[in-house]
């Protein structure tokens, strides 16, 4: 009986036992499903922003509806250092007479309260202003270059009927003339108001990316106008590009604050000399060879007019440029980008 009663008890624990193993089997099948049936988690996206600012991509508080101001800002060596160029969203440089450049700085997301030195108009700056819809602020032009402006060709502001008005322009004290000009920000917008130009506007941003596709690295770029020398050079620190003008640092007269830049972009393009003043033509509608320098990385580009803006194009399609502030350097065809000299900081 007692054998009997043993024998009972050890079916009874190894029926026990296989039931629990299936159990313990049972649930580890199910995990490994569990597992097997999980949906991968895809990474979460930043949110992109509501507003951005047209010429920067650069993120807004609010819709930016104001106006963009374009001004004739005066590089002559007297009148370097130069005031607000570190505020401006895009600043063309181009020859005028001589080799002496000039900037046309387009303003909208950081307004100065004054800039300058400010210099007279040329056509192929005003049609640039023009087509970037934007109020054009010089300090005097020729009777035939004035009697466009007044015809309509772009919606201008000249300095010599405000000429140190205190609302529009002031003089400095400490340049002379012509190098002392200055225009007054606040002024900018009333004295347009009063001459029935719209002050608000609306613009289709740039073509904007957060990363550079380019491979080929640029820590420097180097070339000249004619004797006048300039180059850029990028900061580690910062990750911008540094300006020079002549061996010496762009920056701000008051503090020295240093222009910083996103993008650099080179383009060659036709120039024609026109009178014996030296005036020129230059050819700001057909297109042709650049370098775009972004994030210590450089791209060999195209350059095309689109709806009126200079963009940079690969095989036929924009390439972005990085959110943040632009410089636009116009050079002569000859010798144009061959003439361009790059450094990759591994020298």
Known sequence: MKKLCFVLLCVLFSLVACSGEGEQASDQETTENDVEQEEPVEPVKPEEPAYVYPFTGLEAEAEANN?????MVNNHPKARPQTGLSHADVVFEILAEGNITRFMALFH????ERVGPVRSARPYYFNLADDYNAMYVYH???DYIEDMIKSGAVQGLNGMYYDNDKVL???SNDRVAPHNSYAIFDGIF?????QGYPVEAEYEPLPFAEEVSAEEAASGISF???NNSVSYQYDDTSGKYLRYSDGEQTVEYADSTPIELDNVLIME??????DDAGRREIDLESGGNALLLQQDKVQR???ERIDGRIIPTKDGEPVPFIPGQTWINVIPTSPGIDGVELSNGTE
């Open 67 to 71: 106006r963009a101001v374009a001004v």
């Open 109 to 112: 997301s950081d307004l100065p």
């Open 140 to 142: 005097g032009a020729a």
């Open 169 to 171: 322009f002031e003089r």
């Open 190 to 194: 009333s004295r347009a108001e009063e």
């Open 224 to 226: 000249n106008y004619g």
């Open 269 to 274: 393009t036709a120039h024609q000399v026109i």
């Open 301 to 303: 580009v195209q350059w």
